[in-house]
């Protein structure tokens, strides 16, 4: 029984965390300190310091260390992970 306790406080941690920082986020975002934008090489939201979209993010820059797990499967291919044919239309 303990070790549903445990998991259950972990679980409400990591839940009441990611809650504090998209609300923190939002309110970077509100006074303007920071935006979020799409990246204009592969279109990923990402993290701005200004409304302009940057020219590469971080899933651009290094695609190994955003999706690792397509990288251990795909080894000949690691620097070629990018997101094809996203559904996504803006």
Known sequence: MAVYEVLTIALIVVLGTAATAGIYLGLLNWIGAA???????C???????????????????HPVLMHP??????PRQFAD????SDSLRH
């Open 35 to 41: 935006y979020i934008v799409r990246c204009a090489a």
């Open 43 to 61: 279109r990923h939201l990402t993290v701005s310091s200004n409304r302009d979209q940057p020219q590469s993010c971080a899933h651009c820059r």
């Open 81 to 84: 992970v990018r997101v094809v």
């Open 69 to 74: 797990v397509h990288a251990v499967h795909h």
